[in-house]
């Protein structure tokens, strides 16, 4: 049994590398900086160390990179080590070490990244698609929930126990394609 896995939350180091192959696939490429602090056990400083790593995404990761990842915006990159070898012009053999992204997910706030001006990109981290409730229950044949009355305490002398909110009973049929999930 074996594992590669790579499990890394930095910051980009440029704007990523975008590329369109004749094939229709695209490709992006960009740099990520990983920081450890630490004390020095010596002196008693704080310390950094930082490490670049070369991030790679194909297909629809990559045009997620060209639309929202820019100089400096927190990345949450999830995927693979890969090390790749390349003759360079003087004849001499290169090799280049590569995570290849099978997920990634933007961090930080909205207002800290200047590719996250519309589209998907949620505050609080992660790309997602645009989400409409009453279309996705309209097209299922569901009723949407209303709200709920949220229960009044009453005021009383001397202790007062939490108000327990009892779950509403969901209107929810099973779908018309017989599915038990109601999204």
Request: proline letters at 6%; charged letters at 20%.
């Amino acid at each position: 049994m074996s594992l590669n896995k790579v499990l890394l939350i930095g910051h980009a180091g440029k704007d990523p590398e975008i590329r369109h192959l004749e094939s229709g696939v695209v490709n992006a490429t960009f740099s990520l900086a990983t920081t450890e602090r630490y004390r020095d056990r010596t002196s008693g400083e704080m310390k950094e160390q930082t490490e670049w790593h070369n991030i790679v995404c194909w297909r629809n990761l990559a045009e997620v990179a060209e639309k929202y990842v820019r100089k400096g915006t927190q990345l949450f990159i999830e995927g693979r080590i890969r090390t790749r070898s390349y003759n360079d012009k003087d004849g001499n053999t290169r090799y280049v070490t590569e995570i290849l992204a099978d997920n990634m997910q933007l961090l930080g706030r909205k207002a800290d990244n200047p590719g996250a001006q519309g589209g998907g990109y949620q505050q609080g981290g992660g790309y997602q698609q645009s989400y409409q409730p009453q279309q996705n229950y309209q097209q299922r044949g569901w009723q949407q929930p209303q709200p709920q009355p949220q229960p009044q305490a009453q005021p009383s002398q001397g202790y007062n126990a939490p108000v327990q909110e009892t779950p509403a009973a969901d209107s929810y049929d099973g779908g018309a394609d017989g599915d038990d999930l109601p999204f």
